[in-house]
C-alpha cells in the first residue's frame, strides 16, 4: 500500500535535512558530483544499509531506502549487482553459522537461544569478491549495527575493519578516479588502516528510513553534511584503558571526570578526528572572538566566515579552561554552542552565544557542594575541542559556592584518576581580561525531604488496588509479552501500560511505547469484540526472531494461523517513522532539528494512541564498547541533556503526550545489564553523568524518568532514594513519575549475578512509582511486603497519587480523537 499523508510529510523532512546529521572526517575535491552516472557500489552496506540499531531502537516502519535504492532513484547505474549478489550469498552462509553458535552458546551457558542472541552482532564476514565495476565512481558503504543486550568488541568485523574491508577498499580507492568511502554506523571504527590513503571518509551514521536518499543527495551535492562528531573517533589503542568496561559484576570508572575529550585534550593525546570535529563540502574560518560579562553570565561573540566554494553551515563551540586549584579539573569542558544559519559562499556572519559561568562549577565532594574556585577561567571559542582560540580570560577573585548539597551513592571504593595536569604554554597577551564579581552569584541550598501530597482519590484504594497502582498492567500476557512489546490491550505492540483494574471507575490508563528512533508498535492489528487491540504478525524484534526455540516458533506459527481465523472487522496499519539514531542527531548540532524529530514521535502518538514514548536515552559515551551508545547522544552531558530536552520539547508539544528519559543512571554498559554493579564516585556522577539529566529536567520538563537495570555502588538504582529523590526531585526539580526499566524474570538473565535482582517494595521505598513491566508475581511481592509492614501504605498512596495525577492530566490534555485524524 501507498504511505500515508503522515508518511510523506516526515519523510520529507528527513530528507531535506538529514544530511546536517553526516560530515566527512576527510574530503577533496572530487565530490559532489556534478550527475548521476554509472557508479560501482560495495560494501555490507550497500545493500543492506543499516537505518538504525537492534532491540528497542527498532522501529517498525513501512519501508527503508538502502544505499542502492536511493542511488537508483537519484539517476545512477550500479554497475556491481553481481558483485552485491555474490556478497548476499556469502552474508547469507555465514549467518547460517552465526545463528548455531549462538544456539551452541545459549545450551552452554543454560539459558535460551533468544536470551544469549540478544545483542548479538554476527562479525563481518571473509570473502574474495573481484573489485571489477566498470565507471570512474565508486562507493564503499561499511556498516556496523549494534544493541541492546550486548556490548561491541575492539575485534576484526567490529570495532576494526576486517581485513577484507581494508584489501578492497585500498584497490577501490586506487582502481576509481572517484572513490567515497561511506560509514554506515552508529559509533566509531578504527579507520587506521585505511586513513592515510582514502581522501573521501563520509560519516553518514544511521538516518532513519532515508538513509540511502540522504546520501545520493549528499554525493550530488544536492545536500551538505553539516554535522560535527559528538564522540572522540581515534584509533583504538589509544583510547583510555584507565578504568574498567564489561566486567560481569563491577565495573569501576577509575577514570574519575576524564570522560571523552576531557581525557585527550588533558593529556595530550591527539586523536584521529577530536570531538566536535566535522567537515562539509565547504570551508569555514572564525575570527575576531571576543567575550562580555554581565554577572555571572558570560556572552561570547566570533565573525563566523565561509571561505569555500559551496553554501553551508558551521557549528561554533565554546571551552572554558577552570583554574587547577584544589579540585582536580580538565583541560577545558564545553559550555555552550550554535549552528550557523546557511552561509553562501564568501558571506560573513557575527555569531553571539552565551553561558552561565555558575553552571560551570565543579563538584566538591568532601564538603557536598558545587563551587567555582579562585583563579582565571579561559573561554575559548573553535570548531572542535582542538581547533580552539582564547576569547577571553576570566578572573574571579575568590571561591564561589554556588549550591550546597548533601553526600549521596555511598562510596565506589577507590580514588579517582587524577590527571596532574600540565597546562599548554599559550600566549594570551592581546587577550581581554574580565573580572568577575564574587558577589554576582548567589549560594543556594537544595531542600530535601519534602512531604507530597496525597490525592483523595487515591487514599481510598484497597490494600489490594493501592500495590496494583505501583506495578505495570500484566493482563494475561505475562512476561513474555511484556518483554516483546505486547503488554497493551490499547495499543498493539506497545511495550506496557500502567494498571487498569480501575479504568472503569475513571482511573486513566497510560500507555506506553518503547523508542528511541521513533515508535516501536506493530505495523497492523485488529481490535476484538472487547475493544482489545491484537498485533498480527510477528511482535518480536526481527533480530531476535532466528533464536527463537523451535517449540516457540512452532507454537507462534499456530497461535498466528488460529489468529487469522479469529479476526473480524477491519485490520488496522500504524507504520511508525524510523527518525536518525541519537548519535546522528546530536551530530547535527541542530537544537531545531532534534525537536522536529520529538515532534514527528509525537504525531504520531497522537495517531495511535500511544501516552508515553520511553525515550529519549542519554547516557553518556562512556567507552566506544557500549553496544547501545547509537540510542546515546554524546560523551559530553551539556551535548547529551540539551538534545534530550529539545527531543522532549517536540514530543511535548503535543498536549497529554509525553516522554520517558533514561536510563538513569551509570547505564554504560550491557554485559550483565540486570545486575552489574557500576561503581562510580560522588563527583563523577554529577559532573558527567547525572549533569545531562538535571540539563533535560530543566530545560523541558519530561513527564517521566526511567531508573536502568545496573546497581550504583552495590544498591539498584531503581531502589535508591538519593539518586531519585534527593537529586532528581529536590535538586533537578522533576515533578513527573519515576519507573524502572523492564525488569523481567525476576530482574535477572544470569544466575550466577554477584548481586541480586531489584525488589518491588524496596523500589516503591525508594520513591520510584511504578514497578514495569508488572507481573503477578511482583504484584503478590509489594502487597505481602505492605501487609508485613516492610513498606508504609503512606509511601505507596504517594508514589499511586503521582501516576495518578499525571494520567488525569496527560488524559484531560490528549484533544478528541477527531482533532487528530488530519493526520
Not at 567575550?291 to 565561509?306: C, E, H, P
Not at 579552561?321 to 569542558?333: I, M, N, T, V
Request: a negative charge; glycine letters at 10%.
Amino acid at each position: 500500500m501507498e504511505p500515508n499523508d503522515y508518511e510523506i510529510r516526515h519523510n520529507t523532512f528527513l530528507r531535506e535535512n538529514g544530511a546536517g546529521c553526516a560530515l566527512f572526517l576527510k574530503r577533496d575535491e572530487t565530490f559532489p558530483l556534478a550527475e548521476p552516472g554509472p557508479v560501482a557500489l560495495y560494501g555490507s552496506g550497500a545493500r543492506r544499509t543499516i537505518k538504525g540499531g537492534t532491540g528497542s531502537g527498532e522501529v517498525n516502519s513501512r519501508f527503508s531506502v538502502s544505499v542502492e535504492e536511493g542511488l537508483i532513484n537519484a539517476g545512477f547505474t550500479i554497475t556491481t549487482t553481481k558483485w552485491l549478489d555474490e556478497y548476499d550469498a556469502v552474508r547469507e552462509r555465514a549467518y547460517e553459522e552465526f545463528v548455531k553458535k549462538v544456539r551452541k552458546d545459549a545450551r552452554k551457558h543454560h539459558v535460551l537461544a533468544i536470551v544469549e542472541g540478544m545483542g548479538r552482532v554476527m562479525p563481518e564476514p571473509a570473502y574474495a569478491l573481484p573489485i571489477s565495476g566498470v565507471g570512474e565512481t565508486a562507493i564503499y558503504v561499511l556498516s556496523r549495527i549494534s544493541g541492546e543486550g550486548s556490548d561491541r568488541a575492539p575485534v576484526d568485523g567490529d570495532i576494526k575493519l576486517t581485513p577484507t574491508e581494508i584489501r578492497d577498499i585500498l584497490i577501490a580507492n586506487l582502481k576509481y578516479q572517484n572513490f567515497m568511502l561511506v560509514l554506515n554506523t552508529g559509533g566509531p571504527v578504527d579507520l587506521t588502516p585505511v586513513i592515510n590513503d582514502v581522501e573521501n571518509i563520509l560519516v553518514l551514521s544511521q538516518l532513519g528510513v532515508e538513509t540511502g536518499d540522504i546520501l545520493a543527495d549528499i554525493v550530488l551535492g544536492k545536500s551538505d553534511p553539516s554535522g560535527k562528531l559528538t564522540t572522540t573517533w581515534t584509533k583504538w589503542e589509544d583510547y583510555p584503558k584507565i578504568g574498567g568496561f564489561g566486567d560481569k559484576n563491577d565495573t569501576k570508572y577509575e577514570e574519575g571526570i576524564y570522560v571523552g575529550y576531557r581525557y585527550f585534550d588533558s593529556l595530550f593525546v591527539t586523536p584521529l578526528f577530536p570531538f566536535g570535529f566535522g567537515l562539509s563540502y565547504t570551508d569555514f574560518v572564525l575570527s575576531e572572538p571576543s567575550a562580555s560579562v554581565d554577572g555571572s553570565k558570560v556572552t561570547v561573540k566570533v565573525n563566523v566566515s565561509n571561505t569555500g566554494r559551496f553554501p553551508g553551515r558551521e557549528v561554533v563551540q565554546v571551552y572554558l579552561s577552570a583554574p587547577r586549584g584544589r579540585l582536580d579539573k580538565p583541560y577545558q569542558d564545553l559550555c555552550a554552542f550554535v549552528k550557523t544559519p546557511p552561509l553562501s559562499a564568501g558571506a560573513m556572519r557575527a555569531v553571539s552565544l552565551s553561558f552561565n559561568l555558575s553552571d560551570m562549577a565543579s563538584y566538591d565532594t568532601e564538603n557536598s557542594r558545587w563551587i567555582l574556585e579562585a583563579g582565571d577561567y579561559i573561554v575559548r571559542v573553535g570548531d572542535s575541542s582542538a581547533n580552539t582560540l582564547p576569547a577571553a580570560v576570566l578572573h574571579l577573585e575568590e571561591d564561589v559556592i554556588t549550591l550546597v548539597t548533601r553526600a549521596c551513592f555511598g562510596e565506589s571504593g577507590f580514588t579517582d584518576y587524577e590527571s596532574l595536569r600540565i597546562d599548554r604554554e599559550e600566549d594570551l597577551e592581546g587577550v581581554e581580561r574580565l573580572t568577575i564579581d564574587p558577589k554576582a552569584f548567589q549560594t543556594k541550598e537544595v531542600v530535601y525531604d519534602t512531604e507530597p501530597e496525597i490525592a483523595e482519590e487515591i487514599a481510598k484504594l484497597s490494600d489490594e488496588q493501592l500495590a496494583a497502582f505501583g506495578i505495570g498492567e500484566y493482563g494475561k500476557g505475562g512476561l513474555i509479552g511484556s518483554v516483546i512489546g505486547e503488554a497493551s490491550v490499547h495499543v498493539a505492540g506497545a511495550a506496557g501500560e500502567t494498571t487498569n483494574i480501575l479504568e472503569k471507575q475513571g482511573y486513566p490508563v497510560l500507555v506506553m511505547s518503547d523508542g528511541p528512533a521513533g515508535l516501536r508498535i506493530s505495523r497492523e492489528y485488529y481490535i476484538d469484540a472487547e475493544g482489545k487491540c491484537h498485533s498480527i504478525g510477528e511482535t518480536f524484534p526481527a533480530t531476535m526472531m532466528d533464536f527463537m526455540p523451535k517449540a516457540l516458533l512452532f507454537i507462534t506459527d499456530r497461535m498466528a494461523k488460529k489468529q487469522q481465523e479469529q479476526i473480524v472487522g477491519p485490520i488496522h496499519e500504524q507504520y511508525a517513522t524510523a527518525i536518525p539514531i541519537g548519535t546522528a542527531i546530536a551530530q547535527s548540532f541542530d537544537l531545531d532539528f532534534a525537536k522536529k524529530c520529538g515532534d514527528i514521535v509525537g504525531s504520531e502518538m497522537e495517531l495511535f494512541g500511544v501516552d508515553l514514548w520511553l525515550a529519549p536515552a542519554l547516557n553518556i559515551h562512556r567507552s566506544i564498547l557500549c553496544g547501545r551508545n547509537f540510542e546515546y547522544y554524546s560523551e559530553d552531558p551539556i551535548v547529551s541533556g540539551l538534545f534530550a530536552a529539545a527531543v522532549t520539547k517536540g514530543v511535548q508539544s503535543h498536549p497529554g503526550r509525553g516522554v520517558t528519559i533514561k536510563h538513569y543512571a551509570a547505564n554504560n554498559q550491557e554485559t550483565n545489564r540486570y545486575n552489574s554493579n557500576s561503581r562510580v564516585s560522588e563527583r563523577a556522577m554529577r559532573e558527567i553523568y547525572l549533569k545531562g539529566f538535571g540539563i533535560c529536567v530543566r530545560e523541558s520538563q519530561p513527564k517521566t524518568v526511567m531508573t536502568s537495570y545496573n546497581l550504583l555502588n552495590g544498591t539498584h538504582t531503581a531502589e535508591r532514594r538519593d539518586l531519585i529523590e534527593d537529586v532528581l526531585r529536590a535538586e533537578f526539580g522533576f515533578k513527573g513519575v519515576v519507573m524502572t526499566d523492564w525488569v523481567v524474570n525476576g530482574g535477572t538473565m544470569d544466575k550466577s549475578s554477584k548481586y541480586p535482582a531489584p525488589t518491588p517494595y524496596k523500589v516503591a521505598a525508594a520513591g520510584n512509582d511504578l514497578y514495569m513491566p508488572g507481573s503477578k508475581k511482583d504484584y503478590e511481592s509489594l502487597l505481602k511486603a505492605l501487609r508485613e509492614g516492610k513498606i508504609s501504605r503512606k509511601q505507596l498512596e504517594i508514589n499511586a497519587s503521582r501516576v495518578y495525577r499525571l494520567a488525569c492530566e496527560m488524559k484531560a490534555a490528549q484533544p478528541a480523537p477527531a482533532e487528530t485524524a488530519s493526520e
